[in-house]
T-cell receptor, first 116, second 110 residues
Framework: NAGVMQNPRHLVRRRGQEARLRCSPV?????VYWYRQLPEEGLKFMVY????????ESGMPKERFSAEFPKEGPSILRIQQVVRGDSAAYFC??????????????FGPGTRLTVL | SQKIEQNSEALNIQEGKTATLTCNYT??????LQWYRQDPGRGPVFLLL?????KEKRKERLKVTFDTTLKQSLFHITASQPADSATYLC?????????FGKGTRLHILP
C-alpha cells in the first residue's frame, strides 16, 4: 500500500525557469495539501485541494505559483520564473476526508528545489 | 499574529530517561493540536492528536498534554531510545487550517 509519492525528490532550476512538482496521494485519498519548509523553519501551508477544486490557497503567493489536482493523475504545484528565494523543501500531504481535526495527514518525502 | 514556540535549542537526553518537549502558542485558539516526527530528508509523520476538550493523550511510550489556559502542550517520550532522535513538530489547528511550529531537535544519547 503505497504512501504519498512525490517526484522529483530533488530539482535544480536556474532563475527564470519553471518548476513542476508532482504529488500522488495515498490511494483513495481525495484531499491534498502543499507545504513549504525553509531550513530551520516550520512547515508553511500553501494550498489545499480536492479533486478538481482549490479549497484554500491563502498560503500561496498570488503570482508565479499555481496548483491543480485533476480528476486523473497527480497533483501539480507549478512555480513559474523561479527565484532564489523559492529554494526550499516542498511537501505534499493527503487525507481521506475533509477536516484535519478528524483525519491525520500523510506526508510525502518532499521535493527539494534548488534555484541557482 | 499567531505564534507557536517550541524549544529553540536542541534537546539532549540520556537513553532511558523521559524526554519532555514544549509547545507554547499565542494569539490563537486551536480546536486541536498535533505532534509529528520528522527525520532528516523525510516528510513529517503523524504521532498524536489531542483536542481542546482533552487534557491528556497517551500512545505507547508517548504522552501529550494540552492546557488551553496556559496555551501550552507538553510532549513526553518515556524510556527514551536512540531511535527516538529526530525533530518533533507541534501543529495547531482549527477546521482545516493547521499551523506548524519550527520543531525541536531531540538527541537521545546512548
Amino acid at each position: 500500500n503505497a504512501g504519498v509519492m512525490q517526484n522529483p525528490r530533488h530539482l535544480v532550476r536556474r532563475r527564470g525557469q519553471e518548476a513542476r512538482l508532482r504529488c500522488s496521494p495515498v490511494k483513495g485519498h481525495s484531499h491534498v495539501y502543499w507545504y513549504r519548509q525553509l531550513p530551520e523553519e516550520g512547515l508553511k501551508f500553501m494550498v489545499y485541494l480536492q479533486k478538481e477544486n482549490i479549497i484554500d490557497e491563502s498560503g500561496m503567493p498570488k503570482e508565479r505559483f499555481s496548483a491543480e489536482f485533476p480528476k486523473e493523475g497527480p497533483s501539480i504545484l507549478r512555480i513559474q520564473q523561479v527565484v532564489r528565494g523559492d529554494s526550499a523543501a516542498y511537501f505534499c500531504a493527503s487525507s481521506p476526508r475533509a477536516g484535519t481535526s478528524t483525519d491525520t495527514q500523510y506526508f510525502g518525502p518532499g521535493t527539494r528545489l534548488t534555484v541557482l | 499574529s499567531q505564534k507557536i514556540e517550541q524549544n529553540s535549542e536542541a534537546l539532549n537526553i540520556q537513553e532511558g530517561k523521559t524526554a519532555t518537549l514544549t509547545c507554547n502558542y499565542t494569539n490563537y485558539s486551536p480546536a486541536y493540536l498535533q505532534w509529528y516526527r520528522q527525520d532528516p530528508g523525510r516528510g513529517p509523520v503523524f504521532l498524536l492528536l489531542i483536542r481542546e476538550n482533552e487534557k491528556e493523550k497517551r500512545k505507547e511510550r508517548l504522552k501529550v498534554t494540552f492546557d488551553t489556559t496556559l496555551k501550552q502542550s507538553l510532549f513526553h517520550i518515556t524510556a527514551s531510545q536512540p531511535a527516538d532522535s529526530a525533530t518533533y513538530l507541534c501543529a495547531l489547528g482549527r477546521d482545516d487550517k493547521i499551523i506548524f511550529g519550527k520543531g525541536t531537535r531531540l538527541h537521545i544519547l546512548p
